[in-house]
Nanobody, 113 residues
Framework: QVRLIESGGGLVQAGGSLRLSCTAPGRPFFPFGVKWFRQAPGKEREVVASIHWSGNDTNYADSVKGRFTISRHNANNTLYLQMDSLIPEDTTVYYC??????WGQGAQVTVSS
């Protein structure tokens, strides 16, 4: 089964930064839009950020606006999520998903207070 591969998760103190990466081995992201999701235990899945295939249109959840930045490098077939000013409420598993409905396996992000 084809999956996207996330990396870059980990443990960071509140106020710190992490950068998640998402690659698609053997399957170019272009020309698909891509989204980052997260789902904390007991909460609904949330679209954290999305980006058009061109990279020219991005959208963010209100909870991360101004702190997270989504970007993509089509030549390297990689999607990024730069996460700054992290807070404990950002702790959960983050998933990338392309608009042709291919998911990643998830990357754990843990923010300590």
């Amino acid at each position: 089964q084809v999956r996207l591969i996330e990396s870059g998760g980990g443990l960071v103190q509140a106020g710190g930064s992490l950068r998640l990466s998402c690659t698609a081995p053997g399957r170019p992201f272009f020309p698909f839009g891509v989204k980052w999701f997260r789902q904390a235990p007991g909460k609904e899945r949330e679209v954290v950020a999305s980006i058009h295939w061109s990279g020219n249109d991005t959208n963010y959840a209100d909870s991360v606006k101004g702190r997270f930045t989504i970007s993509r490098h089509n030549a390297n077939n990689t999607l990024y999520l730069q996460m700054d000013s992290l807070i404990p409420e950002d702790t959960t598993v983050y998933y990338c998903k392309s608009s042709n409905d291919i998911w990643g396996q998830g990357a754990q992000v843990t923010v300590s207070s």
